[in-house]
Each structure stands twice: as C-alpha cells, then as structure tokens.
C-alpha cells in the first residue's frame, strides 16, 4: 500500500493534545490569605476572570484540544458552578479532578493517568495554575514537537536577585536542551528560570512510575523510626510518601542533560501569583494583553453618560459606577459593585457586591465580598506588591466608615473600622 506524504502530514497535525492545570488545594497558597478563605485560590479574579480562566483560555487555541483537566485536592463543590457556565461557553470539555490528598505536581498528573490518556493524547500540556503569563502554548507546541524530546518547558531570564525564588535552569544555548535544574537553589545557579508552563509526550508517566517505585523501595528499607515520625513537620511527611512526587525536584532535576527535556524561551510577561499584592500586578498585565486580544473587555468613558476612565480597566456589566467617579489605571470591578459619585479607584481589585460611597478613593488595594467603604473614606497601599503590608486588602464584610483611612492593612473579615489604621494586621 501507497502511504503519500500527504496522508502523513494530516495524521501530525490531527494529533490530540490534553491539557492538565494543577491547581493545589487548601493547604496550599496560605500566602493568599486572608482571600482564599472565601474563594479557591484558582477561583481569584485577575482582570475580571478567574486566575485559572486565563490558562484555560489559552489552552482553547490549541488545534485539536481533547480535554482541559482540573486537577487539585479543593473540595468538587468549588468548582462545579465555574465548570457548568465553562463547558457551555468553551465548547472544550472541562473537569475538576479531585485527589484525595496532595501528591505533588507529577504525583497529582500520575493519579489521572488513565483517564488523561482516555483519548490518546500525542502530547500533555502542563499548566501551574498561579502564574501569570502569555501562555505562548502554540509556539511552543511547535518547537516541542519539532526536538522531539519528552518534554519542554517555558523559560525566562530574569535578575540574578530574584532567580533563586524558582527553578533555575542551565540550557544548550544551541539546541535548547536542559543540562541542569535546582530548585530555589542556594547558591547562584543561572538567571534563567522555569516558567511552570510544560508540555510533555506521555512518556513522563513512565518516568514518574519509576520515581515512584524507587521512592517506594527507599520508604521500604528506611522504615521511619517513631521518633523520626514524631518530629518531622507534616509536609516533610508528604514528600517522603513514595506517591507524592514533584515535578521539579523529582522529574525535572534527575532528567536534566539525558536529552529528554528542551527549553522554549519567552520574553513575553510572566508573574507568580503567590500573594494578593501580585494579584493586582497580574490584573494590571492581563488588562493589557485585553488590549490586543479582546479589547470589548475594557471600559470607556469620558465622565458624561459613563465614569472617567483612565488606562485599563474592566468593569463586570451587572457592576453600577456612578458617571462623576475616575478609574483606573488598573481597576477591576466585579459583579454587582456599585461605586458612587466623585470616587476614584486606581490600581485596585474590587470584589463581588462591594459599595464604595460618595468621595472614597481606593488605591493598590483589595476590597473583599460585600465591603463597604463609607464618604471620604480612603483605602490605600504603598504599592508593593511582594510585601506583606505593600498594600490594603479588606477580608469580606468589612466596612469602613465615612472618612476612616486605612494604609498598609490587612483587615480580616467581618470588622468595622472606625478609627484610621496603618501599617497594622486585624484580626
Ligand atoms: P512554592 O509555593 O514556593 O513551593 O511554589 P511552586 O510554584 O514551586 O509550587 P509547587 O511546585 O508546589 O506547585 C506548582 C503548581 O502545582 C501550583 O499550581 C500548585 O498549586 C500545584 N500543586 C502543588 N502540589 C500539588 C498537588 O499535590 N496536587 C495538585 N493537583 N497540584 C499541586
């Protein structure tokens, strides 16, 4: 039988892609509180969207996407109302995966394995779900299947300060492979760092079955002593679980220079969302990129019929701002706000149901579920977003009344400020 090039170039490019977004679990991003205790982190709205939208959003250009996987260990009730208005509107089909306990990044894909190779994917996206990035998942599909190696990972250069908070890496400046990975090592490895964005074939499964087993075989002969299991802090326990497996440390390291593994680099935007004040940052970076992608996300407004409107800004369309308020740069307003006349909002996220009153100005910060801020109050930050009280964040409930300032404050939920605060943390 005659096999033409023809027939062989459509079977490539009708190969099957599924994409995997690991989205952690309530014991994981404790630095997002006091916000995650009312919403899955995954679930925090950046520009509008939910933090996972964005990733799923990308993972949609992908020609011939089988399946968007959630995978997490957040109860399924967190995520059923956003999957129901998702499937619907994605036209992909999208579910919530749910472990029983962490088992890491790789252990959590693992688990799934058979259901995630169901419909016989050619290649496996791999997503962390709190960063935020231009996801530039076709290029690097496409270079992916060209090196033809197991898996390749987004890379960026970034100062040698901030290098050592990730995953730096060493690549073959000529073919891209990886030669070398650390985790947050220690000492100066390299300023390029591994963006949390893979694509891999389904050969790293057999390559986390075979950490696994040899995790188990270790477990086996060390059996912990009871004093060992005493003292060790309960996610030292994890990682010594032989299904509890990490993609950096476990896959990535041991398989670096073994030209399985190549580097895609981007030199487009790229943030980790570890704390609020980065959610304002990210909001500000996804705003812009609405700018080219879909621009009808982003409000208008001269101050006659509609508010001013300065820069980037999103307004949710069940949200009620008054034509005198200012807004923006970087405002996001959720469902049902309403903000009154004369306020002005700038580089801020305001949540569901919040009422900003006559006069209030809120500036890098975030206003929880149905705070509110009475007349002349003033909710600020200092801007900056890595540190702990770099900005305000306001718990849900919280109200604060009629000229009541409040800097550099993380307030819990449920107070009500009275008296002007600063630099302080309410409990
Ligand atoms: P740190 O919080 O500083 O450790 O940052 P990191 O980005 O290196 O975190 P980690 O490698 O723990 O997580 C990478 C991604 O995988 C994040 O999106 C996590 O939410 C997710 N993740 C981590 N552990 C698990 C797990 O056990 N199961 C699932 N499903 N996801 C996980």
């Given at each position: 039988?005659?096999?033409?090039?023809?027939?062989l170039?459509?079977?490539?490019?009708?190969?099957?892609?599924?994409?995997?977004?690991?989205?952690?679990?309530?014991?994981?991003?404790?630095?997002?509180?006091?916000?995650?205790?009312?919403?899955?982190?995954?679930?925090?709205?950046?520009?509008?969207?939910?933090?996972?939208?964005?990733?799923?959003?990308?993972?949609?250009?992908?020609?011939d996407?089988?399946?968007?996987?959630?995978?997490?260990?957040?109860?399924?009730?967190?995520?059923?109302?956003?999957?129901?208005?998702?499937?619907?509107?994605?036209?992909?089909?999208?579910?919530y995966?749910?472990e029983?306990?962490?088992?890491?990044s790789?252990?959590?894909?693992?688990?799934?394995?058979?259901?995630?190779?169901?419909?016989?994917?050619?290649?496996?996206?791999?997503?962390?779900?709190?960063?935020?990035?231009?996801?530039?998942?076709?290029?690097?599909?496409?270079?992916?299947?060209?090196?033809?190696?197991?898996?390749?990972l987004?890379?960026?250069?970034?100062?040698?300060?901030?290098?050592?908070?990730?995953?730096?890496?060493?690549?073959?400046?000529?073919?891209?492979?990886?030669?070398?990975?650390?985790?947050?090592?220690?000492?100066?490895v390299?300023?390029?760092?591994?963006?949390?964005?893979?694509?891999?074939?389904?050969?790293?499964?057999?390559?986390?079955k075979?950490?696994?087993?040899?995790?188990?075989?270790?477990?086996?002969?060390?059996?912990?002593?009871?004093?060992?299991?005493?003292?060790?802090?309960?996610?030292?326990k994890?990682?010594?679980?032989?299904?509890?497996?990490?993609?950096?440390?476990?896959?990535?390291?041991?398989?670096?220079?073994?030209?399985?593994?190549?580097?895609?680099?981007?030199?487009?935007?790229?943030?980790?969302?570890?704390?609020?004040?980065?959610?304002?940052?990210?909001s500000?970076?996804?705003?812009?990129?609405?700018?080219?992608?879909?621009?009808?996300?982003?409000?208008?407004?001269?101050?006659?019929?509609?508010?001013?409107?300065?820069?980037?800004?999103?307004i949710h369309r069940?949200?009620?701002?008054?034509?005198?308020?200012?807004?923006?740069?970087?405002?996001?307003?959720?469902?049902?706000?309403?903000?009154?006349?004369?306020?002005?909002?700038?580089?801020?996220?305001?949540?569901?149901?919040?009422?900003?009153?006559?006069?209030?100005?809120?500036?890098?910060?975030?206003?929880?579920?149905?705070?509110?801020?009475?007349?002349?109050?003033?909710v600020?930050?200092?801007?900056?977003?890595?540190?702990?009280?770099?900005?305000?964040?306001?718990?849900?409930?919280v109200?604060?009344?009629?000229?009541?300032?409040?800097?550099?404050?993380?307030?819990?939920?449920?107070?009500?400020?009275?008296?002007?605060?600063?630099?302080?943390?309410?409990?």
């Amino acid at each position: 039988m005659e096999t033409t090039n023809d027939a062989l170039d459509t079977t490539v490019s009708h190969k099957k892609t599924v994409a995997v977004i690991l989205m952690g679990g309530p014991t994981k991003g404790t630095r997002f509180r006091p916000l995650s205790f009312n919403l899955a982190k995954p679930l925090f709205p950046l520009a509008g969207q939910p933090m996972v939208h964005h990733p799923i959003l990308a993972c949609k250009k992908i020609p011939d996407l089988a399946q968007v996987y959630l995978i997490g260990f957040y109860e399924e009730r967190e995520f059923s109302l956003y999957i129901s208005t998702l499937s619907n509107e994605l036209k992909v089909p999208v579910r919530y995966l749910r472990e029983d306990k962490p088992h890491g990044s790789a252990g959590g894909l693992y688990k799934f394995q058979d259901l995630i190779m169901e419909d016989d994917p050619a290649d496996i996206i791999v997503l962390n779900c709190d960063v935020c990035c231009s996801f530039p998942l076709t290029d690097m599909l496409e270079a992916h299947r060209n090196h033809g190696g197991m898996g390749t990972l987004l890379v960026k250069k970034v100062s040698k300060e901030v290098a050592s908070e990730f995953g730096e890496l060493v690549a073959d400046p000529k073919t891209g492979e990886l030669l070398h990975y650390a985790e947050k090592p220690e000492t100066f490895v390299s300023d390029f760092i591994n963006c949390g964005v893979y694509i891999f074939t389904p050969e790293i499964f057999r390559v986390i079955k075979d950490v696994t087993s040899s995790k188990h075989e270790r477990s086996v002969v060390r059996r912990l002593s009871s004093f060992e299991a005493l003292t060790i802090s309960s996610s030292s326990k994890y990682t010594l679980q032989a299904d509890f497996v990490r993609l950096d440390q476990d896959i990535l390291t041991p398989s670096a220079g073994k030209k399985k593994l190549y580097t895609f680099e981007t030199n487009e935007f790229w943030e980790q969302i570890k704390t609020p004040g980065m959610s304002i940052r990210c909001s500000l970076l996804y705003l812009a990129q609405y700018r080219v992608t879909m621009p009808e996300l982003l409000a208008t407004g001269d101050g006659k019929k509609s508010p001013t409107v300065i820069g980037d800004v999103f307004i949710h369309r069940s949200a009620k701002v008054h034509p005198t308020a200012k807004l923006g740069p970087n405002v996001s307003i959720s469902a049902n706000a309403r903000i009154g006349p004369g306020a002005r909002l700038i580089h801020c996220i305001i949540l569901d149901d919040v009422e900003i009153k006559e006069n209030a100005v809120v500036m890098h910060s975030i206003v929880g579920w149905k705070s509110s801020l009475g007349r002349w109050a003033r909710v600020q930050g200092g801007g900056d977003y890595n540190a702990k009280l770099g900005i305000t964040i306001l718990g849900e409930g919280v109200d604060v009344e009629d000229e009541t300032v409040v800097v550099n404050c993380i307030i819990l939920p449920h107070k009500t400020l009275n008296i002007s605060v600063q630099d302080e943390i309410i409990l």
